[in-house]
Each structure stands twice: as structure tokens, then as C-alpha cells.
């Protein structure tokens, strides 16, 4: 089938995805080319979110001392003081009050949306991150979610899971930061392995942000190996769990 008139080098995706590896050790004392992180995080910025409300924050550390502080926040993970730079891709909790007027008029004075739409979005998202005076609506999404799930369909509701939700929109971000990169000759390594309280203090992130993933940015040292993936079929399910192609 033709594409709608997008011309997407699709072999040259494919080999950017299989060239990004996971990177632990960084030529020290080599900087990243002008201009390269605005880029990387303005491709970023451009990863889809939940009701377009743009949770990812980024925090770049570039400063040796900052960087000192960041990796003893990791485990001790030394890559992120080889790299030239590290981003530490952080979500708001409180996105839905920070954001949706600001997306919604930008969409609407765009023209991607209507007026119709943007009453929808605002009962929707009013719904499904408000928490009420003292907490009452959480309490009664959380409880009442699962009760409400016997008589009708109920999504995941951010208000409740607020983290999950966050980390899916901030881990979409970061991929995109990652291909950026590969696309660019430059080396990430995605970590999870950090204190996220430590973190917060190292870069004074405030409690209302959550630390989702840090990555290290810069050129590789070395060969690097890649890690191997199991088989398509192991993981791919054809029309329902457990179905394989044309059965
Ligand atoms: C969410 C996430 C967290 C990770 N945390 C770490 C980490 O803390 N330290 C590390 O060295 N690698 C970390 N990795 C890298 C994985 O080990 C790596 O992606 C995996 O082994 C596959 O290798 P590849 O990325 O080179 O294909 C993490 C990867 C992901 C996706």
C-alpha cells in the first residue's frame, strides 16, 4: 500500500533502531557537537503523549561536580560521569492543572482541534486526573474504580496511577531522545538503577516530579556488543494470546 505522502526512509529506521545499543563505557573528555542536545531533546518534545499534555521535563547535567553527584544518586554507575552529558527525563504529576490550558489553545488555535473537542478534553481530563477537595476523588476513583468495573468499562485512571501513567509518556520521550542520538553517531545507556529521593536532591527536582530515566549521552569507547532479542514468534501472539500467523 502507498503512504499517505509521507516519505519515510523505513531501511534507515530499521538500521538506527538495531545500531542503538546500551553503552557503559564513554570516550572521556570528547563533547557532543554544537547543537546536538537541543536537537536530540526537540526530537524528544515530539513523542506522542496521553491527551497531548506533554508530562516530560528534561534535565540535562553537563557540569562535572552536578555529574559527580548524579552518578553516586546511580548506584555508582560510572558511564554518566564519562559522558559529556546525562538527561534525567522527569514527569509531572500535576501536568493536567500545568498544561491542558496552554495544549488545548495552541491545538485549537492550529487548528487540530475544536471547540467541541476541547469541552470534551477538559470534563475527560478533569475526570481522570482530578483528585477533589482533600484527596476525596482519589479515594473514590480508587475504590470505586473496581466496583464500577463490574457494570461498564473503566480505563486506568491516572489519578491513581499516576506513576504508571508518567512512566509510560516519559519512557516514549526518552526513546525517541535514544534514536536521536544512534541517528547522530552518539552512544545512551537507559538506567532505572538509581535512588529516585537521591536524584531529586542531587539536581534539586521538586516532589512533584517524578524521575523517570537517566541517560548518559556521548560517543562510545570501544567495541560495543549488542545483546540479543528472543524471536519474533516468541513474542508476537496473531490476532489473540497464543495465536500464530495465518493459523
Ligand atoms: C528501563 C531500563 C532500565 C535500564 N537500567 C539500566 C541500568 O540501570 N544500568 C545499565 O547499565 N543498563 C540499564 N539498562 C540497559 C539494559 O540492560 C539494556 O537495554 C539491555 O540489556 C539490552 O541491551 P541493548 O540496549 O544494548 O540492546 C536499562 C534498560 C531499560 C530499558
Same mark, same amino acid.
Given at each position: 500500500?502507498?503512504?499517505?505522502?509521507?516519505?519515510?526512509?523505513?531501511?534507515?529506521?530499521?538500521?538506527?533502531?538495531?545500531?542503538?545499543?546500551?553503552?557503559?563505557?564513554?570516550?572521556?573528555?570528547?563533547?557532543?557537537?554544537?547543537?546536538?542536545?537541543?536537537?536530540?531533546?526537540?526530537?524528544?518534545?515530539?513523542?506522542?503523549?496521553?491527551?497531548?499534555?506533554?508530562?516530560?521535563?528534561?534535565?540535562?547535567?553537563?557540569?562535572?561536580?552536578?555529574?559527580?553527584?548524579?552518578?553516586?544518586?546511580?548506584?555508582?554507575?560510572?558511564?554518566?560521569?564519562?559522558?559529556?552529558?546525562?538527561?534525567?527525563?522527569?514527569?509531572?504529576?500535576?501536568?493536567?492543572?500545568?498544561?491542558?490550558?496552554?495544549?488545548?489553545?495552541?491545538?485549537?488555535?492550529?487548528?487540530?482541534?475544536?471547540?467541541?473537542?476541547?469541552?470534551?478534553?477538559?470534563?475527560?481530563?478533569?475526570?481522570?486526573?482530578?483528585?477533589?477537595?482533600?484527596?476525596?476523588?482519589?479515594?473514590?476513583?480508587?475504590?470505586?474504580?473496581?466496583?464500577?468495573?463490574?457494570?461498564?468499562?473503566?480505563?486506568?485512571?491516572?489519578?491513581?496511577?499516576?506513576?504508571?501513567?508518567?512512566?509510560?509518556?516519559?519512557?516514549?520521550?526518552?526513546?525517541?531522545?535514544?534514536?536521536?542520538?544512534?541517528?547522530? !553517531? *552518539?552512544? +545512551?545507556?537507559?538506567?532505572?538503577?538509581?535512588? #529516585?529521593? =537521591?536524584? /531529586?536532591?542531587? %539536581? @534539586?527536582?521538586?516532589?512533584?516530579?517524578?524521575? !523517570? *530515566?537517566? +541517560?548518559?549521552?556521548?560517543?562510545?569507547?570501544? #567495541?560495543? =556488543?549488542? /545483546?540479543?532479542? %528472543? @524471536?519474533?514468534?516468541?513474542?508476537?501472539?496473531? !490476532?489473540?494470546?497464543?495465536?500464530?500467523?495465518?493459523?
Amino acid at each position: 500500500m502507498e503512504s499517505e505522502g509521507i516519505d519515510l526512509d523505513v531501511k534507515r529506521f530499521d538500521e538506527i533502531v538495531r545500531a542503538r545499543r546500551a553503552v557503559r563505557r564513554f570516550k572521556e573528555g570528547v563533547g557532543l557537537p554544537e547543537g546536538a542536545m537541543e536537537a536530540m531533546l526537540d526530537a524528544a518534545r515530539w513523542a506522542p503523549s496521553g491527551y497531548n499534555l506533554q508530562p516530560t521535563h528534561f534535565v540535562v547535567v553537563e557540569d562535572a561536580g552536578t555529574k559527580e553527584a548524579l552518578m553516586k544518586a546511580c548506584m555508582d554507575q560510572t558511564q554518566i560521569v564519562q559522558a559529556p552529558a546525562t538527561v534525567v527525563f522527569v514527569g509531572d504529576r500535576d501536568v493536567a492543572r500545568a498544561h491542558l490550558k496552554k495544549v488545548l489553545a495552541a491545538d485549537l488555535a492550529n487548528g487540530a482541534v475544536d471547540e467541541r473537542y476541547c469541552a470534551f478534553m477538559r470534563k475527560q481530563v478533569k475526570l481522570s486526573f482530578g483528585t477533589g477537595p482533600c484527596g476525596f476523588g482519589w479515594f473514590w476513583k480508587a475504590f470505586g474504580g473496581p466496583v464500577g468495573k463490574l457494570f461498564r468499562q473503566v480505563p486506568s485512571i491516572p489519578a491513581v496511577e499516576r506513576r504508571y501513567w508518567l512512566a509510560k509518556q516519559m519512557m516514549l520521550s526518552a526513546m525517541v531522545f535514544m534514536l536521536a542520538a544512534t541517528d547522530r !553517531g *552518539l552512544a +545512551t545507556c537507559p538506567m532505572e538503577g538509581f535512588d #529516585e529521593g =537521591k536524584v /531529586r536532591k542531587a %539536581l @534539586g527536582i521538586p516532589r512533584r516530579y517524578v524521575v !523517570g *530515566l537517566v +541517560t548518559p549521552v556521548g560517543y562510545a569507547e570501544g #567495541e560495543i =556488543k549488542g /545483546r540479543s532479542r %528472543l @524471536g519474533l514468534d516468541e513474542l508476537t501472539h496473531w !490476532g489473540r494470546w497464543g495465536g500464530r500467523k495465518n493459523q
